[in-house]
């Protein structure tokens, strides 16, 4: 499934965006959606997942507390609020999707198949 990621920008220290991320002509039935970030010259990381049913998601501990990934089914869009932003927050974001990712695999990004360009966030100090 093609991932189309929007809403990165540019932001003071403390401030908030929200990205959004769809598959056009696409839905996401079935499938665990994931944000992962990465820093020009360092590996991709993981940010936040949730499952198709919107159980309890995950975090990586650098953004729990701060950022809330939720989707809407209905509307066949991933969301990343993202609040108290910090300039190490600062990185592209990718949005992406597994429809038979296990949990123990949630924060490889090796382990998911379909990703959309990035979304630039840059954090000022």
């Known amino acids: 499934v093609q991932l189309q990621a929007s809403g990165g920008g540019l932001v003071q220290a403390g401030g908030s965006l929200r990205l959004s991320c769809v598959a056009p002509?696409?839905?996401?039935?079935?499938?665990?959606l994931a944000w992962f970030r990465q820093v020009t010259g360092k590996e991709r990381e993981f940010v936040a997942a949730?499952?198709?049913?919107?159980?309890?998601?995950f975090y990586a501990d650098s953004v729990k507390g701060r950022f809330t990934i939720s989707r809407d089914n209905a509307k066949s869009t991933l969301y990343l609020q993202m609040n108290s932003l910090q300039p190490e927050d600062t990185a592209e974001y990718y949005c992406?999707?597994?429809?038979?990712?296990?949990?123990?695999?949630?924060?490889?990004?090796?382990?998911?198949?379909?990703w959309g360009q990035g979304t630039l966030v840059t954090v000022s100090s």
């Open positions: 002509g696409r839905t996401f039935s079935g499938y665990t």
């Open positions: 949730i499952k198709w049913a919107n159980s309890n998601p």
């Open positions: 992406t999707a597994s429809r038979t990712i296990i949990t123990s695999n949630l924060r490889v990004p090796s382990s998911y198949a379909s």
